[in-house]
């Protein structure tokens, strides 16, 4: 097994993101981040069949005295759900789970936020251990603390800040990862560099090409940058009182087009999150040209890299631009009921602005 790498995340909870080939079967390791003897395995029903039953077997062979149940949902965004929540208690019920049990969330975004809300609320609060299996969550939903639930109305308005125990990104399980959701991993992956990293952006240009293909070393370089980004801010900002909203680059257009899609998570025509979120971040740099804030040229390198790495870069045809500045209106990071919308001055530059005319939003939208 190739040596893993770490990185720290501190702050009054501080967590070791770990990354490398191999570490689902590494029992011992994944056995020592549960405090007592009650664990939920939470997975979906793409990733249970493939690693569920070697995780399960790999902890018990480890901590015999583990009392350990698998808990599968269905797979999908439209599934992230209250109701989905529901059995997640119903089973943490079901296995006796007390204040010292670890829920461990095996899977992609959805499992981690839904897994990871069922951690924050079980008895006000149990230990989560984070397996990602996507690319898309290794980088980003995994770290930093963020759980939460979809309604209807919106991405995200139901959750909790709960920092995980630890994460464990097995990249191996990115060779089972289908080439779409590889494709709108990279979507998060190029957003740091967008937001704050001119020199990763100009490495994720000349690694293009062996991130596509899924080479090891590559991908591998990618997630530790890209953790390395996420951990220092979230250290220096873990409420997302300030600079940890810089992370959320492109999400707001980008959750506004899933919210309207009904979070369709993959269907024919619906766009996954990575997808969304590579659409909003060239709205949001569109947006910071139509300001005056930055170069169009620095646009059209942004959407040649999305391009390049396979990533849609328009709003999908048929979405009532009215309906997308509605959902807008309904973004956590609004204030007094002001669109506050992260925008750039260029690559490597994203900055906060607190109150952006929604007239100029529109505009764009029925544009794009």
Not at 7 to 21: C, D, E, F, M
Not at 82 to 96: C, E, M, N, R, W
Not at 154 to 159: A, E
Not at 305 to 325: F, K, M, N, Q, S
Request: negative net charge; contains cysteine.
């Amino acid at each position: 097994m190739s040596a893993a790498r770490t990185v720290q995340v501190g702050g009054s909870h501080p967590y070791t993101i770990t990354i490398g080939p191999g570490l689902l079967q590494d029992g011992a390791a994944l056995a020592a981040h549960a405090r007592g003897r009650h664990v939920l395995l939470a997975s979906d029903t793409q990733v249970a069949p493939l690693y569920a039953a070697g995780v399960e077997a790999a902890l018990r062979a480890a901590r015999p005295d583990l009392a350990i149940a698998t808990h599968v949902i269905p797979a999908g965004e439209s599934h992230k759900t209250l109701d989905t929540l529901a059995t997640t208690f119903d089973a943490l019920a079901a296995l006796g789970a007390t204040r010292d049990a670890t829920v461990f969330a095996l899977g992609g975004g959805v499992v981690g936020d839904l897994a990871g809300f069922a951690a924050a609320c079980w008895m006000r609060g149990v230990d989560c251990v984070q397996l990602p299996t996507t690319l898309l969550s290794m980088v980003d939903s995994s770290v930093g603390g963020k759980t939460a639930v979809d309604i209807p109305q919106g991405k995200n308005l139901v959750g909790a800040f709960h920092p995980p125990r630890a994460v464990v990104a097995d990249t191996a399980t990115l060779r089972t990862l289908p080439p779409r959701e590889l494709r709108a991993g990279l979507a998060e992956v190029v957003k740091y560099g967008a937001l704050g990293d001119l020199l990763f952006f100009q490495w994720l240009e000349a690694e293009r090409k062996a991130l596509l293909a899924g080479d090891d070393h590559a991908l591998a370089e990618a997630i530790a940058r890209s953790c390395e980004h996420k951990a220092a801010i979230v250290e220096r900002d873990p409420l997302e009182k300030g600079e940890r909203a810089l992370l959320n680059l492109g999400h707001t257009f980008g959750h506004a087009i899933e919210a309207e899609q009904g979070y369709s998570g993959g269907g024919s025509e619906a766009l996954v999150h990575g997808e969304a979120v590579a659409v909003g971040m060239v709205l949001a740099a569109r947006m910071s040209a139509a300001l005056g804030m930055a170069p169009d040229g620095d646009t059209a390198r942004l959407e040649r890299l999305l391009e390049a790495l396979g990533l849609p870069t328009r709003v999908p045809a048929g979405l009532d631009p009215e309906a997308l500045l509605a959902r807008m209106r309904l973004d956590k990071k609004n204030v007094a009921g002001r669109l506050r919308l992260v925008l750039w001055r260029g690559i490597g530059r994203a900055e906060v602005v607190p109150d952006v005319d929604e007239a100029a939003v529109l505009a764009l939208l029925r544009d794009a």
